[in-house]
């Protein structure tokens, strides 16, 4: 069974950097879009940057140029670099894979981490 696992979260200051990782463990033969998402107090889980197998990245607006996403195909592992961070970007980071494939040629689908909370103070 496939597991995705967070770390990196944390309370920082205004202006201040962060860098999420979250990495996938398992019978994986390889891994299709990963992503990371955010979810803050009352409102809906949104995408924050997506990435290809090949390396292409996907922005929401509020984050361009502020965040870089980036992954390790060798380690099955994606990043998410965030600096400049502002008090809304507060929020439980969650990262996504959309797909990927086992060794045992299976395929499994909108597997997500647990969650990483990022505390951005004023």
């Known amino acids: 069974q496939v597991q995705l696992v967070e770390s990196g979260g944390g309370l920082v200051q205004a202006g201040g950097s962060l860098r999420l990782s979250c990495a996938a463990s398992?019978?994986?033969?390889?891994?299709?879009?990963m992503g990371w998402y955010r979810q803050a107090p009352g409102n809906q889980r949104e995408l924050v940057a997506t990435?290809?197998?090949?390396?292409?990245?996907n922005y929401a607006h509020s984050v361009k140029g502020r965040f870089t996403i980036t992954r390790d195909n060798a380690k099955n592992t994606v990043y998410l670099q965030m600096n400049s961070l502002k008090a809304e970007d507060t929020a439980v980071y969650y990262c996504?894979?959309?797909?990927?494939?086992?060794?045992?040629?299976?395929?499994?689908?909108?597997?997500w981490g647990q969650g990483a909370q990022v505390t951005v103070s004023s």
């Open positions: 398992g019978r994986i033969f390889s891994i299709y879009t």
């Open positions: 990435i290809t197998s090949s390396g292409m990245a």
């Open positions: 996504k894979v959309d797909r990927l494939s086992t060794s045992l040629g299976r395929y499994e689908n909108n597997l």
